[in-house]
């Protein structure tokens, strides 16, 4: 909560009958725009190609973007990367921009601090490790700068970017959707930097793909409003500074479920948006919590310092428009929410919805059973996790009870981990595999298993279920495919789709090779020779471990089914955060006109060992 909100706060309640103010609209990055004059380009600023990690060429990229009805590109590859810090010019790289229809931005991505994407200069500095030099060298060279991915970077505070935002004028934006929403908590943050820095300071809310591989592909981008005929550097680059675009997430990349307002009218009285929705589909938020829902929002209602709105599409599609800056609101009636024994305590604008509740741990032994106290808002009394429905004009009190849990027995047939496992606890089990058979997957409760076609996985004991029963199924060693079954990786990388900077085999303890994929990294292979069926499932078997000096290491194990033309048409992937050797699977659906599936493998941090991979043919219904 900001200071401005903390006093307010106070103010309000130490004088009684304090009323709610008119609020007047400081900020508006909509103003003075020629609605029907307009142009809508789809842009996409977060791109990466085989000059740094991505895995399509230049050429390739932009081709795929432009297919794509966009008209508006920045190829920005890591700076990390020799010989050159920024994929620029585009024509070094075989493209002809004026056959291409798009309209070209000189970009980078700074790497070595968090991610900072760099627009209109080429400056890259691999050994720079200061967040604060590298924006001051970005505006030396009059460039533009965004925060990538911010949800990447957990130590860092809301404080700690609001001061960030306040000494770089040129810092601009900030990623709210990044690939396929990787890091849902960054409009939290989002709202949490606009309510510290708000009316006088805006950021502009983004949605990039982080183009890498095909799964990334158009699932966010930004539409930018300019002059009807006027896609030029010089227009685009006035609209990004002063806001004047959307920030899309289309998980579906079906566009013509976006909702695209047609226009914006901001009165002495209300924000008013014409749009073609219902009223439920449009969401406007202050201080991080929704406070009103209609496309019309009248001024006169409990704001904060800003008020952003948010259009919600079919199929999970949103649309978020650029935050306004409201002043005058300093009768703004709030409410105190305290929670005990877990999170969501704070000072809430009455009138706020959804505001989300969560129970902390349960101490050991015990499981959470219930909210007490002032509950007639809560939503479920019952889920550790829930949500107030609206906050009111007087304190709320809450607090998360506990009892003693309860002990059921978990049978495993064929396999290990049967026992006695308390209520909500975690047990790992294993399938005992006899000699010439291969697992297959777990039956009986398996709702409560992580990984159902994992030979090793774990089992979360449910809460109040009572007893249940596992079973370790196994087939015939035959049902492996020979494309993909390299136990030693006794061909070293041949095969694999890699750099050799990226990839390194190393011999084991037990004397045998396995692989070494380094961090921020990435390999690929394509299967093929294989003749493959709608309704059959491939499962790829394998052993992983990392191995990291310190941190969060993750990487990702995957397959990606191919159709015509190479277009990616499903994929699938498993996290792997284990530092000891663990047997894991993936599994994928075969849809109609595959052509071959791609195996990949992505480190984020650390080092990612892998060796025995196996992959399965089921067929239909198996």
């Given at each position: 909560?900001?200071?401005t ?12 009958g ?19 004059a307009l142009?809508l380009h789809?842009?996409n600023?977060h791109?990466?190609?085989t000059?740094?990690?991505?895995a ?8 795929m973007?432009?297919?794509a ?5 920045s190829?920005?590859?890591?700076d ?5 810090h ?8 075989g493209?002809d ?11 980078n991505?700074?790497s ?8 209109f ?7 720079q ?18 925060m990538?991915?911010?949800g990447r ?11 960030i935002?306040?000494r770089?004028?040129?810092l ?11 890091y849902?908590g960054?409009?939290a ?6 309510s510290?820095?708000m009316?006088?300071?805006p950021v ?5 793909d ?17 002059p009807?005929g006027?896609l030029?550097?010089k ?5 990004f ?27 002495e ?13 449009v ?7 929704e ?6 929002l009248?001024l006169s ?18 649309t978020?428009?650029?935050?306004f ?16 024994n877990?999170?969501?305590?704070g000072?809430?604008l009455?009138?706020s919805?959804a505001v989300?509740i ?8 015990q499981?959470?059973d219930r909210?007490?106290g ?5 939503a ?12 009111g004009d ?11 849990a309860?002990a ?10 049967s026992g006695?496992?308390l209520?909500?606890s975690f047990?790992?089990i294993a399938?005992?595999v ?8 777990w039956?009986?409760?398996?709702e ?5 076609r994992?030979?090793t996985?774990r089992?979360?004991?449910?809460k109040g279920?009572g007893?249940?029963?596992l079973s370790?199924?196994?087939?015939e060693?035959?049902?492996?495919a020979?494309?993909?079954r390299?136990p ?8 694999w ?5 990226d990839?390194r085999?190393?011999?084991g ?5 396995h ?9 690929m292979?394509r299967?093929?020779g294989m003749?493959?069926?709608a309704?059959q ?8 471990k990392?191995t ?17 033309d ?10 792997v ?12 659906k ?6 071959a ?12 060992h ?7 043919v089921?067929e239909?219904g198996?």
């Amino acid at each position: 909560m900001n200071r401005t909100l903390w006093m307010s706060a106070f103010a309000c309640l130490l004088i009684p009958g304090c009323a709610i103010g008119q609020a007047r609209v400081e900020v508006n990055p909509y103003a003075d725009l020629d609605w029907q004059a307009l142009e809508l380009h789809k842009a996409n600023l977060h791109t990466h190609t085989t000059q740094s990690d991505g895995a399509f060429s230049p050429r390739e990229v932009v081709d795929m973007y432009e297919e794509a009805d966009y008209t508006i590109l920045s190829l920005t590859d890591h700076d990390t990367h020799e010989p050159a810090h920024s994929t620029w010019p585009w024509e070094d790289h075989g493209i002809d921009v004026a056959a291409s229809g798009m309209l070209p931005i000189e970009g980078n991505e700074i790497s070595r601090p968090d991610h900072i994407g760099s627009y209109f200069n080429d400056y890259g500095d691999a050994d720079q490790r200061s967040v604060p030099a590298a924006l001051e060298e970005i505006g030396k060279r009059g460039g533009l700068a965004v925060m990538f991915h911010p949800g990447r970077y957990r130590h860092r505070t809301a404080q700690w970017y609001i001061d960030i935002y306040q000494r770089f004028p040129h810092l601009v934006g900030m990623e709210v959707y990044n690939q396929n929403d990787r890091y849902p908590g960054d409009r939290a943050l989002y709202d949490e930097v606009l309510s510290g820095l708000m009316p006088d300071r805006p950021v502009w809310a983004m949605a990039n793909d982080d183009f890498h591989r095909m799964e990334h592909f158009a699932r966010s981008f930004n539409l930018f409003l300019l002059p009807r005929g006027g896609l030029n550097e010089k227009n685009f680059r006035r609209a990004f500074e002063q806001g004047r675009f959307h920030a899309v997430y289309n998980p579906s990349r079906d566009t013509s479920q976006v909702l695209i307002p047609e226009q914006v009218v901001v009165t002495e009285d209300a924000i008013e948006l014409i749009v073609d929705c219902e009223d439920d589909q449009v969401v406007w938020i202050s201080h991080g919590h929704e406070i009103h829902r209609g496309k019309s929002l009248p001024l006169s209602a409990n704001l904060g310092d800003y008020v952003r709105v948010v259009l919600k599409g079919a199929e999970g599609t949103r649309t978020l428009l650029q935050p306004f800056g409201l002043a005058g609101t300093e009768g703004r009636v709030v409410t105190e929410v305290s929670v005990a024994n877990g999170s969501g305590s704070g000072v809430y604008l009455a009138g706020s919805r959804a505001v989300t509740i969560r129970a902390d741990d349960a101490p050991d032994g015990q499981v959470f059973d219930r909210w007490t106290g002032d509950v007639d808002r809560v939503a479920d009394v019952d889920a550790a996790e829930t949500y107030l429905r609206s906050i009111g004009d007087q304190p709320m009190r809450i607090e998360a009870a506990y009892r003693p849990a309860e002990a059921y027995t978990l049978t495993v047939e064929h396999g290990e981990g049967s026992g006695e496992v308390l209520e909500e606890s975690f047990q790992q089990i294993a399938a005992s595999v006899p000699e010439g058979r291969v697992f297959e997957v777990w039956t009986g409760d398996v709702e409560w298993v992580d990984a159902p076609r994992s030979p090793t996985t774990r089992v979360q004991m449910p809460k109040g279920r009572g007893d249940i029963t596992l079973s370790a199924t196994f087939a015939e060693e035959a049902v492996f495919a020979p494309q993909l079954r390299n136990p030693s990786f006794r061909d070293g990388i041949e095969g694999w789709q890699a750099r050799p900077e990226d990839v390194r085999l190393v011999v084991g303890d037990d004397g045998a090779q396995h692989l070494a994929v380094q961090r921020r990294s990435g390999i690929m292979q394509r299967v093929d020779g294989m003749e493959l069926e709608a309704g059959q499932r491939l499962t790829l078997y394998f052993e992983a471990k990392i191995t990291s000096p310190g941190g969060d290491p993750v990487g990702f194990v995957g397959m990606q089914f191919l159709g015509a033309d190479d277009e990616e048409l499903v994929s699938n992937s498993i996290t792997v955060r284990s530092r000891q050797w663990a047997l894991l699977a993936v599994s994928g659906k075969v849809v109609e006109d595959v052509l071959a599936p791609n195996i990949f493998v992505w480190m984020r941090d650390g080092e990612f060992h892998l060796r025995n991979f196996r992959l399965r043919v089921h067929e239909p219904g198996d």
